[in-house]
C-alpha cells in the first residue's frame, strides 16, 4: 500500500506541531511580576503608656519606582484617627515625598505615626492594619506587630 505524499506531509507537519506544544507544555512558565510600586516593611506600634489614648506606629517605605511619591496619609483600623509627625514631633499635612528610588524610614526619634483615641486594648504580639495611602501608588495596606511599652525598637532604632 502506498502513502500518498501530501498525506505524509501533513502527518509530519502534525506531529511536529504536536511535539512542539508538548515541549512549550513542559518548561516553567516565568512570567516575573513586576515589584510593588511601594513595599511597606519593618511595621510594628508601641502601645500608649497608661493615661493615654495613643499610640505611635513606625515602619519603612521602599518606593522601587522611577517617580516620586507622596505618602499622603494612613489610617488604622484600632484608633480614630492616625497623623503623620516628623521627628520635630510637629504634624506634617502635606505627607512626605519619598523619592524615585528612595525610602522614608519612620523610627523611634526620627518621625512616627500617631494612632489617636485607641479603641481597643493593644497587647504585645498582636497587630494593627495600616492604610497608607500615596499620590500615585493609591492605598497600600501594612500590618504592624504591637511591642511591649517597654521593648526597644525592633529595628535598631534608638528609645
Do not use: C, K
Not at 32 to 44: F, G, K, L, T
Not at 67 to 75: E, K
Not at 108 to 124: N, W
Request: charged share 10%; glycine share 8%.
Amino acid at each position: 500500500m502506498r502513502i500518498p505524499w501530501p498525506a505524509v506531509v501533513a502527518a509530519a507537519i502534525v506531529g511536529a506541531a504536536g511535539v512542539a506544544g508538548l515541549v512549550r507544555a513542559a518548561q516553567p512558565e516565568t512570567s516575573e511580576a513586576a515589584p510593588a510600586p511601594i513595599v511597606v516593611s519593618n511595621a510594628w506600634v508601641r502601645p500608649p503608656a497608661p493615661p493615654n489614648h495613643a499610640a505611635a506606629a513606625y515602619f519603612t517605605v521602599q518606593n522601587t519606582t522611577g517617580h516620586p511619591d507622596r505618602l499622603q496619609s494612613v489610617t488604622a483600623n484600632v484608633g480614630s484617627s492616625a497623623v503623620l509627625h516628623s521627628a520635630q514631633m510637629s504634624l506634617n499635612t502635606a505627607g512626605v515625598l519619598i523619592p524615585a528610588h528612595g525610602r522614608l524610614v519612620l523610627s523611634t526619634g526620627h518621625g512616627h505615626v500617631m494612632i489617636q483615641q485607641i479603641r481597643t486594648q493593644l497587647r504585645p504580639g498582636t497587630t494593627v492594619d495600616l492604610q497608607l495611602r500615596f499620590a500615585h501608588a493609591g492605598v497600600v495596606p501594612a500590618t504592624a506587630r504591637v511591642i511591649p511599652l517597654d521593648a526597644p525598637d525592633p529595628t535598631g532604632g534608638s528609645q
